[in-house]
């Protein structure tokens, strides 16, 4: 399984302002801190806030932050969010799917995948490791 790039810069996003969770940032320090594009993280960020991932402010003194506690975001539920195609193999073209057993198989596998991040919040990814602020450009 390969997460996509718009999933990766969402967990990224949600990342750096889990560190920070009563700061606002903006969209250009969390581009310039990861060295990803501004433009691709602006429609990442657009989503997170709809959907309620993120707090948005306006005005001059505005930015972005958590809009809830990191331990309330869950990675599984969070994925499920940002990608759209979980299908591993393009069976649905294939003449056997019917009767392949490979297709059961590989949806057990992607069930386990989820079912593993839907045990982690936002907060337990933050301590896994410890802090990797000193790893980020501009932070």
Same mark, same amino acid.
């Given at each position: 399984m390969r997460l996509t790039r718009y +999933? %990766? @810069? *969402?967990?990224r996003v949600l990342l @750096?302002?889990? /560190?920070?969770? %009563? +700061?606002?940032?903006?969209?250009? %320090?969390? *581009? /310039?801190? @990861?060295?990803?594009s501004q433009n691709h993280l602006m429609k990442v960020v657009n989503d997170l806030v709809n959907a309620g991932y993120l707090e948005s402010v306006r005005g001059r003194h505005g930015g972005i932050r958590l809009a809830k506690p990191a331990a309330d975001i869950n990675v599984g539920a969070l994925v499920r969010h940002t990608e759209d195609d979980f299908d591993l193999v393009g069976c649905g073209a294939c003449i056997i799917a019917p009767a392949c057993g490979l297709t059961s198989v590989l949806d057990e596998a992607l069930q386990s995948f989820l079912a593993t991040l839907d045990r982690y919040s936002l907060a337990d990814i933050i301590a896994r490791k410890g802090d990797f602020g000193y790893l980020l450009r501009a932070s």
């Amino acid at each position: 399984m390969r997460l996509t790039r718009y +999933t %990766d @810069y *969402a967990m990224r996003v949600l990342l @750096y302002l889990a /560190r920070k969770p %009563d +700061t606002l940032c903006s969209i250009g %320090d969390i *581009a /310039r801190a @990861y060295a990803i594009s501004q433009n691709h993280l602006m429609k990442v960020v657009n989503d997170l806030v709809n959907a309620g991932y993120l707090e948005s402010v306006r005005g001059r003194h505005g930015g972005i932050r958590l809009a809830k506690p990191a331990a309330d975001i869950n990675v599984g539920a969070l994925v499920r969010h940002t990608e759209d195609d979980f299908d591993l193999v393009g069976c649905g073209a294939c003449i056997i799917a019917p009767a392949c057993g490979l297709t059961s198989v590989l949806d057990e596998a992607l069930q386990s995948f989820l079912a593993t991040l839907d045990r982690y919040s936002l907060a337990d990814i933050i301590a896994r490791k410890g802090d990797f602020g000193y790893l980020l450009r501009a932070s």
